[in-house]
């Protein structure tokens, strides 16, 4: 992976590799931080804590973005972040995966 790869595409890859790879999508769930450090070769920061959920057919899971203090502001970055997402349609997934992961931005700052 390199660094010049946008920040959606780093998650795209983890949640690719899960749909595909059942060792890897049971190390995800059970234990996600180390799961991400094992397959990207780097330390997580120690104050991030990470939590991957599995959906099924009949529980969705709507995530919201931390909120934000009245003197906090959010940068270009980060509202970009919050207000798309994307959808990743695999072939041997029945249906789409569409969020919005700020797990790229924390695997950004530790790929440099």
């Known amino acids: ?9 780093k ?6 590799r899960a749909m595909r790879d059942d060792v890897f999508r049971e190390e995800l769930l059970t234990n996600p931080k180390a799961a991400i450090q094992k397959e990207f070769g780097k330390e997580l920061p120690a104050e991030l804590e990470l939590r991957v959920v599995e ?6 899971y709507l995530v919201l973005p931390a909120k934000q203090t009245p003197t906090d502001e ?3 970055d980060e509202l970009e972040a919050v207000a798309g997402g994307f959808t ?7 249906g ?3 969020s919005c992961y700020p797990l790229d931005m924390w ?4 790929l440099k």
Not at 55 to 60: D, L, R, S
């Open 1 to 9: 992976m390199t660094d010049t790869e946008s920040q959606p595409k």
């Open 11 to 16: 998650t795209t890859k983890i949640i690719a």
């Open 55 to 60: 959906e099924t057919p009949n529980v969705v």
């Open 74 to 76: 959010l940068s270009e």
């Open 88 to 94: 990743l349609a695999d072939s041997s997934h029945r």
């Open 96 to 98: 789409e995966i569409r």
């Open 107 to 110: 695997l950004d700052t530790v």
